[in-house]
Nanobody, 119 residues
Framework: QVHLVESGGGLVQPGGSLRLSCAASGNIFSIYTMGWYRQAPGKQRELVATTTSGGSTNYADSVKGRFTSSRDNVKNTVNLLMDSLKPEDTAVYYC?????????????WGQGTQVTVSS
């Protein structure tokens, strides 16, 4: 099992910034990707950013240039710096980790943290 604990989030005005953090513990060996997904009310959960163990990061088009994800393989953490926030960024943000057991991927999720962008 992999346990993910998130921190950060909250209420911010449009154009503001927020930082989310996530720490992984447990069976962290062979975690391949770590990153963030989000789910807005009435919508499906979607990728925000995910980073491989090799350091390659994939961003959703909607956040490119505004969000920066950083992963620390030694501390087993992943942070998401969100700048120039927009109301449409409002969602519950989930930390995600994918571990490979042999060739089988296993997904783990944090409990989620609310981000609200509103004036």
């Amino acid at each position: 099992q992999v346990h993910l604990v998130e921190s950060g989030g909250g209420l911010v005005q449009p154009g503001g910034s927020l930082r989310l953090s996530c720490a992984a513990s447990g069976n962290i060996f062979s975690i391949y990707t770590m990153g963030w997904y989000r789910q807005a009310p009435g919508k499906q959960r979607e990728l925000v950013a995910t980073t491989t163990s090799g350091g390659s990061t994939n961003y959703a088009d909607s956040v490119k240039g505004r969000f920066t994800s950083s992963r620390d393989n030694v501390k087993n953490t992943v942070n998401l710096l969100m700048d120039s926030l927009k109301p449409e960024d409002t969602a519950v943000y989930y930390c995600h980790a994918r571990r490979l057991v042999g060739t089988t991927p296993i997904n783990y999720w944090g409990q989620g943290t609310q981000v609200t962008v509103s004036s």
